[in-house]
């Protein structure tokens, strides 16, 4: 296995840090990961070098504003949710689908990574699509202790935080990471509505609608941020995908809890990560 670190142009021109996870066999399939808010591709990094032991071969990136794909100093830099969609997102599946022409392809969405996904045009480049734990975002969906936090992060903290610092200082906080200020008090809007993403209108709706590549929803039992009815809202939006829905409880597979950002942690590989290379492949089945 090799790992690879390049900055691929967004299609505005900024430039994204990218890592290629490069199989030492025939690649047999490649994934590219959109990761969740907050969340920069490193996280990812023991899950996707496992991916490409199995001869998988699979793209992270970080989007702007985040991780390495961040200025050093955020203040004032401008990024919106929107932009990752259409400008971020959107180069990322064209170089994935150019790297990897010939072999089947899958898109792999955390949180954020995989709300996004029906906002990109000529979805069917990917034959799957499996996301993790990425619902409708509403605050009175949130899962209960989130839920009753939420009205000091989205009516207070969120508001001052970002107007004296100019951008979400997520780290010094100890909630979320550093977040461009457009970006936050985008995902803000949508978390006070009920509609989520959908509250964007009728042309992000439609982009939804249009998408029919078969998706596979991986709800966390013990999920700290969403809850399950969440989590299956979102996909109202999909109204012509097949979408199968996944649970994963904790004790069904021998641990003490995985949580919204378990199943990419080393601990999980010898139980979920399995699982995991499945659901990127093929149809699921019952364990």
């Excluded at 032991?53 to 794909?69: I, L, N, Y």
């Excluded at 109202?236 to 649970?247: G, S, T």
């Amino acid at each position: 296995m090799s790992a690879e670190t390049i900055h691929i142009p967004a299609r505005d021109g900024y430039p994204l840090a990218v890592t290629h996870y490069l199989p030492e066999q025939s690649v047999q399939r490649a994934v590219l990961i959109a990761s969740a808010m907050g969340v920069p591709q490193r996280f990812y990094t023991a899950f996707a070098t496992w991916l490409s032991e199995q001869g998988v071969a699979v793209m992270t990136f970080d989007w702007r504003g985040m991780g390495a794909s961040a200025p050093v100093n955020l203040r004032g830099f401008k990024a919106s949710i929107t932009d990752w969609a259409e400008q971020d997102l959107a180069a990322m599946m064209d170089a994935f689908c150019a790297k990897w022409s010939d072999v089947p392809r899958t898109y792999l969405g955390h949180s954020l990574g995989g709300q996004l996904f029906g906002w990109l045009d000529h979805s069917d480049r990917f034959d799957r699509v499996v996301t993790v734990a990425s619902g409708n975002g509403y605050w009175r969906l949130n899962a209960p202790a989130t839920r009753n936090l939420a009205p000091i992060l989205w009516w207070f903290l969120a508001p001052v935080a970002i107007t004296v610092a100019g951008y979400f200082p997520g780290k010094r906080l100890g909630t979320l990471g550093d977040l461009p200020a457009a970006a936050m008090w985008q995902w803000r809007r949508w978390c006070l509505h009920p509609d989520y993403l959908g509250s964007e209108g009728d042309a992000v709706r439609g982009r939804y609608a249009q998408v029919r590549t078969p998706i596979t929803a991986v709800i966390l039992d013990d999920d700290e941020l969403l809850t399950a009815q969440g989590i299956r809202k979102l996909y109202r939006l999909y109204a012509n995908a097949n979408v199968h829905f996944e649970h994963l409880h904790p004790h069904e597979w021998g641990m003490k809890n995985i949580g919204h950002f378990g199943l990419f942690k080393p601990s999980s590989v010898s139980t979920l990560w399995p699982r995991a290379l499945h659901w990127l492949a093929a149809e699921p089945v019952s364990p």
